[in-house]
């Protein structure tokens, strides 16, 4: 059966890819409305450099293979962020903030869901040069507008901030081990093993990493979580940033979640991630992650966002494909049969030339007839399939 695909790939047909292709359009457009240039990074490059600052996650996620030309190992891109980061601060080299954009296809050893793809088309927009809470609100506020304007607005965006979770473990004094054993805990919403595992940890840092899970809901709980956790300046600065948010953005759906971790070996600080009804992970996830350009030569703050346009344009209002108009086949380039074919065309009609001896293409509900007073004019008349 060698029409069969590998597991977790799929083929996009002509209703989804033309989804896709419309929708991919649409962002671009409106990235760039906002000054983000488009980069396409190469498909496969040299594996630390696919891998910086990535951790274990991405790693596994890569496939590998061997570079016939030099030996060396090479990656098939399973994130497309680490490239950005790498042409901001390598070859583009700018001072100031960068705005850069990309959509394109990654591949994934696994799937990251059950029911996902493991060829997603990953859609994103990157900011570099500002360290400021100004860039989150920037960043946040532009995935808010992409869903809306690809037909899947976000019922609920989660901000969270990694620095509370690093402020509690680092003034808890945590082995890196026991750190990255809590965190997956924390991830899994796992509250007994969470448990178990601080039962070692003195007060008051165990009951504050016990507390995190609970505080989720509005803006509200900033202020809870104030009371109730230690008195660290970096939780404090952190809570501060999530506030700021908060008040700059008071059409959007936020919530806020303090034990929202995801990424947390790769981000340090603001992390979001939106969500719909009827789909079980986040549509679109982002954050912040400062400091990613350093193995390229130049450490920048950076923040942005990505999303799987392939199961964005599944949530989106399907888009019916434009129906045709029918005409003969023009076999003399000058005539006026051409000519009509090619004025359609440039006013935006799809037209399907019908090859001898072919029926009409279904998409067809228009026919383009020559007159029958023998001018040599050509008309359009509506097919009936009554």
């Known amino acids: 059966m060698n029409w069969l695909l590998p597991d977790y790939l799929a083929d996009a047909l002509p209703q989804e890819a033309a989804q896709v292709e419309r929708l991919r359009r649409r962002a671009l457009d409106l990235f760039a409305g906002h000054g983000y240039e488009l980069v396409m990074p190469p498909l496969v490059e040299h594996l630390d450099s696919l891998l910086t600052g990535s951790g274990q996650d991405l790693t596994l996620r890569t496939f590998k293979l061997v570079d016939q030309l030099s030996g060396r190992t090479l990656g098939v891109r399973a994130d497309i962020t680490p490239q950005v980061a790498r042409i901001d601060a390598h070859l583009l080299n700018r001072d100031g903030v960068v705005r850069l954009c990309y959509c394109d296809s990654v591949l994934h050893t696994l799937p990251a869901a059950q029911s996902a793809n493991r060829e997603p088309i990953q859609l994103g927009a990157e900011l570099y040069g500002h360290a400021g809470v100004e860039a989150d609100l920037e960043t946040i506020r532009l995935l808010a507008a992409t869903l809306a304007d690809l037909g899947a607005p976000a019922e609920r965006i989660d901000i969270g901030h990694v620095g509370v979770f690093a402020a509690l473990a680092d003034a ?23 448990r ?32 109730e956790l230690p008195a660290l300046p970096a939780l404090a600065a952190a809570l501060d940033a999530l506030r700021r948010l908060s008040a700059a953005m008071p059409e959007l759906p936020l919530s806020f ?21 009827g789909y079980a992970g986040a549509i679109a996830r982002g954050g912040r992650y400062d400091g990613a350009g350093a193995a390229f030569g130049r450490a920048r703050p950076a923040t ?24 003969p086949f023009a076999e003399a380039s000058g005539s006026a ?17 019908q090859l001898p001896g072919s029926p009409a293409d279904s998409r067809c509900d228009r026919r383009l007839s020559e007159r029958a007073d023998g001018s040599g004019q050509w008309i359009i008349e509506t097919i009936n399939r009554d």
């Open 196 to 227: 178990c595992a601080c039962a070692d940890i003195a007060e008051p840092w165990r009951s504050a990493l016990l507390r995190l899970p609970e505080l989720y809901g509005d803006v509200a709980i900033l202020d809870r979580a104030e009371r």
């Open 337 to 353: 049969l051409a000519q009509a074919i090619t004025a359609l065309r440039a006013a935006g009609a799809v037209v399907i030339e």
């Open 257 to 277: 979640d303090l034990a929202d971790l995801h990424g947390y070996n790769y981000h340090n600080g603001v992390v979001f991630a939106a969500y719909r009804r």
């Open 172 to 194: 808890a004094g945590l082995a890196d081990a026991d750190e990255a054993a809590l965190l997956q805990l924390l991830q899994q919403k796992d509250l007994p093993s969470l």
């Open 304 to 327: 942005g966002f990505s999303l799987d346009l392939r199961e964005l344009a599944r949530l989106a209002a399907p888009t019916a494909l434009p129906m045709a108009v029918a005409a």
